[in-house]
T-cell receptor, first 111, second 116 residues
Framework: DAKTTQPNSMESNEEEPVHLPCNHSTISGTDYIHWYRQLPSQGPEYVIHGLTSNVNNRMASLAIAEDRKSSTLILHRATLRDAAVYYC????????????FGKGTSLLVTP | GAVVSQHPSWVICKSGTSVKIECRSL??????MFWYRQFPKQSLMLMAT?????????EQGVEKDKFLINHASLTLSTLTVTSAHPEDSSFYIC????????????FGQGTRLTVV
């Protein structure tokens, strides 16, 4: 599976936008970019996914670079409940549709 | 969204005993279920993939005789930790997918296993 690289941690102020970066320079043409987040002592929660075009949903936006070697998860207004570990994961057909988690980015939101 | 329910949420067992963890998809049929393990301050590690009605596929380094997975129906998969030891204490999480399209995966709330 192609690897992703994320910062270990980031900090944001409440009600400010947050941009979480992810590098995936070895992404293949059929790999989808998935984002999940995990709150302490809970299972991961789906955030968003995309292939080539930018995506928006009620939780976040996903901006995908034109060459697809990087992407950015955007939380438009961070809340305290957004404090979690955010995982950027590539999923392709070769993985059997399994999600292989990296270390993720631990987001701290301060009031 | 779809719901995946795991039971129990936590369990404490004695060393040498076996523990069964259930994972149910409540409102969809899960053609594929995944089992993960997560140690404190670490990421999730995929243990195995199971498809309904067939044998599970285990990741390298995961003992299939120790971690028995049964996916008997489209809504239920079980993970049995046999002859548990303290080093098996971990957070076990299941995940389920419906169909083979590129959709999101749904995760259970996790099971905290403590072996004493």
């Amino acid at each position: 599976d192609a690897k992703t690289t994320q910062p270990n941690s980031m900090e944001s102020n409440e009600e400010e936008p947050v941009h979480l970066p992810c590098n995936h320079s070895t992404i293949s043409g059929t790999d989808y970019i998935h984002w999940y987040r995990q709150l302490p002592s809970q299972g991961p929660e789906y955030v968003i996914h995309g292939l080539t075009s930018n995506v928006n949903n009620r939780m976040a936006s996903l901006a995908i670079a034109e060459d697809r070697k990087s992407s950015t998860l955007i939380l438009h207004r961070a809340t305290l409940r957004d404090a979690a570990v955010y995982y950027c994961i590539l999923r392709g057909r070769g993985s059997g549709y399994a999600l292989n988690f990296g270390k993720g980015t631990s987001l701290l939101v301060t009031p | 969204g779809a719901v995946v329910s795991q039971h129990p949420s936590w369990v404490i067992c004695k060393s040498g005993t076996s523990v069964k963890i259930e994972c149910r998809s409540l409102d969809f049929q899960a053609t594929t279920m995944f089992w993960y393990r997560q140690f404190p301050k670490q990421s999730l590690m995929l243990m195995a993939t199971s498809n309904e009605g067939s044998k599970a596929t285990y990741e390298q380094g995961v003992e299939k005789d120790k971690f028995l997975i049964n996916h008997a129906s489209l809504t239920l998969s079980t993970l049995t930790v046999t002859s548990a030891h303290p080093e098996d204490s971990s957070f076990y999480i299941c995940s389920a997918r419906a169909g083979k399209r590129e959709t999101e995966a749904f995760f259970g709330q996790g099971t905290r296993l403590t072996v004493v």
